[in-house]
């Protein structure tokens, strides 16, 4: 997985941004989102959670798998992220 | 382009804030490390004398002291090393800059995303596919009008078929398109037809908005002035034509006036700078305000100026004084340095 051709992401002192320099807007993420935008080279969702296991408590594991599918599907719907 | 952008339409949108779902809320420019955006108008000279050109840029207009090459090439690694995201190139016409194709390439090989806002006159085959090899994001041609006689009224020095042609240049190699319109009294009857060209043309956005009273645009006013009951219709006309095209080329068009767009910026900064051709940046487009100088300071203490120059008690006052004199906008040029 990885982001579309004109989305740029960028890390911040809160989290981090998307640029989609199509529409020219601005996703401003959590430090949650800023990790799984981080680990997309992983793979798809489940090697990213994975990924994120391993930053992680484990025992937040179904938060993150959680975290992970719902944000996955929102830049999906958005069209900000390709396979 | 830079020189003939209408009142918060194209650039100046830049780096509003989406609101996505499950993160943190929205980001101010005053929260980021750099700005998202860096407008550049990397030259004044021009190919054309545009009747309603906010930089009064044309034939021999160059600026005196306009950055030199070492010096360009300076802030762009700036802005590289600083990772912002999307630059724009515009004039003045850029691809009269002598260096034009080397900052092009200077920009894309560093993978951030460069606009080009041309008005289409060296747009040759040769041209469009060198802009395609080096990975341009986009083109964005300034069409104003879908005819020759209103195209070239606005456009003096200007051809319409020069323009369309190097259009038609720009995706025979794959380049993406943009097309900017700006309105005047004789061109806004035209708007739905220059709509429907861009999209023939194969340009995948189109902008608009209200044209400025500044720069050339002051001289001519009574050339261009468009009535409240022609934007109303222009607007009514560009509606149908973003239903129309929805999903096929997006139609953005800025329907608010320029003091409420300023209202707005104030309170809420898009994380974007306006270079001039000799280095200096401007608070915003539409203000007179100057909050750096790249000949004398580095990116990280203009980008620090200038989150901190919003909050100028001048930036307001300036906005109130427009709000009782709108024309204000013809002292634009009168830079005053914050």
């Given at each position: 997985?990885?982001?579309?051709?004109?989305?740029?992401?960028?890390?911040?002192?809160?989290?981090?941004?998307?640029?989609?320099?199509?529409?020219?807007?601005?996703?401003?993420?959590?430090?949650?989102?800023?990790?799984?935008?981080?680990?997309?080279?992983?793979?798809?969702?489940?090697?990213?959670?994975?990924?994120?296991?391993?930053?992680?408590?484990?025992?937040?594991?179904?938060?993150?798998?959680?975290?992970?599918?719902?944000?996955?599907?929102?830049?999906?719907?958005?069209?900000?992220?390709?396979? | 382009?830079?020189?003939?952008?209408?009142?918060?339409?194209?650039?100046?949108?830049?780096?509003?804030?989406?609101?996505?779902?499950?993160?943190?809320?929205?980001?101010?420019?005053?929260?980021?490390?750099?700005?998202?955006?860096?407008?550049?108008?990397?030259?004044?000279?021009?190919?054309?004398?545009?009747?309603?050109?906010?930089?009064?840029?044309?034939?021999?207009?160059?600026?005196?002291?306009?950055?030199?090459?070492?010096?360009?090439?300076?802030?762009?690694?700036?802005?590289?090393?600083?990772?912002?995201?999307?630059?724009?190139?515009?004039?003045?016409?850029?691809?009269?800059?002598?260096?034009?194709?080397?900052?092009?390439?200077?920009?894309?090989?560093?993978?951030?995303?460069?606009?080009?806002?041309?008005?289409?006159?060296?747009?040759?085959?040769?041209?469009?596919?060198?802009?395609?090899?080096?990975?341009?994001?986009?083109?964005?041609?300034?069409?104003?009008?879908?005819?020759?006689?209103?195209?070239?009224?606005?456009?003096?020095?200007?051809?319409?078929?020069?323009?369309?042609?190097?259009?038609?240049?720009?995706?025979?190699?794959?380049?993406?398109?943009?097309?900017?319109?700006?309105?005047?009294?004789?061109?806004?009857?035209?708007?739905?037809?220059?709509?429907?060209?861009?999209?023939?043309?194969?340009?995948?956005?189109?902008?608009?908005?209200?044209?400025?009273?500044?720069?050339?645009?002051?001289?001519?006013?009574?050339?261009?002035?468009?009535?409240?009951?022609?934007?109303?219709?222009?607007?009514?006309?560009?509606?149908?034509?973003?239903?129309?095209?929805r999903g096929r080329m997006r139609v953005y068009f800025h329907?608010?006036?320029?003091?409420?767009?300023?209202?707005?910026?104030?309170?809420?900064?898009?994380?974007?700078?306006?270079?001039?051709?000799?280095?200096?940046?401007?608070?915003?487009?539409?203000?007179?305000?100057?909050?750096?100088?790249?000949?004398?300071?580095?990116?990280?203490?203009?980008?620090?100026?200038?989150?901190?120059?919003?909050?100028?008690?001048?930036?307001?006052?300036?906005?109130?004084?427009?709000?009782?004199?709108?024309?204000?906008?013809?002292?634009?040029?009168?830079?005053?340095?914050?």
């Amino acid at each position: 997985m990885r982001l579309t051709k004109f989305v740029k992401f960028r890390e911040e002192k809160f989290g981090g941004v998307l640029f989609e320099t199509r529409s020219e807007k601005v996703f401003t993420l959590s430090p949650t989102a800023t990790a799984i935008v981080r680990e997309m080279g992983a793979g798809d969702e489940r090697a990213i959670t994975a990924r994120l296991r391993e930053q992680f408590d484990a025992r937040d594991s179904a938060t993150i798998e959680h975290d992970v599918r719902s944000f996955v599907a929102d830049l999906r719907q958005r069209g900000l992220v390709e396979d | 382009m830079g020189a003939d952008r209408v009142s918060g339409a194209a650039g100046e949108g830049a780096a509003d804030v989406a609101a996505p779902a499950p993160h943190s809320g929205p980001a101010e420019a005053e929260d980021l490390a750099a700005p998202l955006y860096v407008a550049w108008q990397i030259t004044n000279e021009c190919n054309l004398a545009c009747l309603h050109c906010i930089e009064e840029s044309g034939p021999g207009k160059a600026f005196a002291d306009e950055l030199d090459d070492a010096q360009v090439f300076s802030v762009i690694d700036q802005l590289m090393a600083s990772d912002v995201p999307y630059v724009s190139f515009s004039g003045g016409e850029p691809m009269l800059h002598p260096q034009f194709f080397a900052m092009v390439e200077r920009v894309c090989s560093r993978g951030a995303q460069l606009k080009v806002e041309t008005n289409g006159h060296y747009l040759s085959p040769d041209n469009c596919a060198r802009l395609g090899d080096l990975g341009v994001k986009a083109v964005q041609v300034s069409l104003d009008g879908a005819s020759r006689a209103t195209f070239n009224r606005m456009r003096v020095r200007g051809e319409f078929a020069t323009t369309v042609e190097g259009v038609r240049n720009l995706r025979a190699a794959g380049v993406p398109v943009e097309i900017n319109f700006s309105p005047a009294v004789f061109n806004v009857g035209e708007i739905g037809a220059v709509v429907d060209l861009a999209h023939e043309l194969g340009a995948y956005s189109f902008y608009t908005g209200r044209t400025m009273y500044t720069g050339n645009a002051v001289k001519a006013w009574r050339h261009l002035q468009v009535s409240d009951a022609q934007y109303e219709r222009f607007f009514d006309v560009l509606r149908a034509k973003a239903d129309e095209y929805r999903g096929r080329m997006r139609v953005y068009f800025h329907e608010a006036g320029l003091l409420e767009e300023l209202r707005f910026r104030l309170k809420h900064p898009a994380a974007l700078l306006i270079v001039l051709p000799n280095g200096l940046v401007k608070l915003i487009n539409a203000l007179p305000f100057v909050c750096g100088d790249f000949r004398r300071q580095t990116l990280a203490e203009i980008w620090a100026n200038f989150r901190r120059a919003w909050h100028d008690p001048r930036v307001a006052a300036f906005i109130d004084d427009l709000a009782a004199d709108p024309a204000r906008t013809r002292t634009l040029h009168q830079w005053v340095h914050l």
